[in-house]
């Protein structure tokens, strides 16, 4: 079945950097294209990127454009996100989800359990 | 961007009832790219609907989407206990950016 385990969350203080990772099994991690997802504490869905099955494209939410870089390696079945220049409002679970399709234009089907990141000096 | 704008917050409903949520888009959304998902304290989203108005997998036949252009509509025919969580619509396929709406609150009343 397909799971995709989430980790690198944790406290880290303003200005400073954090790669998140998501481990993705049970299916083809080449063949599909991966999202982050946040969640403020009591706060909605944030959507914040995408990155296309192959790498080729990437996509951010203007909140996170410029200092946020989603990343993958299919040889490792690995998605990331390299956080940069962190803020307060960054403060959220960071959820990994599989997109329905190669290149976005399917919907989230699959979501990690989240990895929980906090920005606080 | 596109902003997605549900309605109401929140819903007080009794089991058994109806409930209607309602998303509505700051432009136009093809209907192919519209989606709602359902999320319960503690728990990722779950991927209730798409393209607007087909169910996904193993979602019952008592939550039905409608709706096109800048109006969405979600509805539950009659509320089961499990039902009680937070909905949000999601606009994806857009190199504009994938957006969700703010989330509606359906409760025990």
């Known amino acids: 079945q397909v799971q995709l385990v989430e980790s690198g969350g944790g406290v880290v203080q303003p200005g400073r950097s954090l790669r998140l990772s998501c481990a993705a099994s049970?299916?083809?991690?080449?063949?599909?294209?991966m999202h982050w997802v946040r969640q403020a504490p009591g706060k909605g869905l944030e959507w914040v990127a995408v990155?296309?099955?192959?790498?080729?494209?990437?996509y951010y939410a203007d909140s996170v454009k410029g200092r946020f870089t989603i990343s993958r390696d299919n040889s490792k079945n690995t998605l990331y996100l390299q956080m940069n220049s962190l803020r307060a409002e960054d403060t959220a679970v960071y959820y990994c989800a599989r997109d329905g399709g190669k290149i976005g234009l399917k919907p989230i089907g699959y979501w990690g359990q989240g990895t929980l990141v906090t920005v606080s000096s | 961007e596109i902003v997605l704008t549900q309605s109401p917050g929140t819903l007080s409903l009794s089991p058994g009832e109806r409930a209607t949520l309602s998303c509505r888009a700051s432009?136009?959304?093809?209907?192919?790219?519209l989606a709602w998902y359902q999320q319960k304290p503690g728990q990722a989203p779950r991927l209730l609907i798409y393209g607007a108005s087909s169910r996904a997998t193993g979602i019952p036949d008592r939550f039905s989407g409608s709706g096109s252009g800048t109006d969405f509509t979600l509805t539950i025919s009659r509320l089961e206990p499990e039902d009680f969580a937070v909905y949000y619509c999601q606009q994806y396929g857009s190199s504009r950016g994938w957006t969700f709406g703010q989330g509606t609150k359906v409760e025990i009343k």
């Open positions: 049970g299916f083809t991690f080449s063949s599909y294209g």
């Open positions: 990155i296309w099955y192959d790498g080729s494209n990437k």
């Open positions: 432009q136009s959304v093809s209907s192919s790219y």
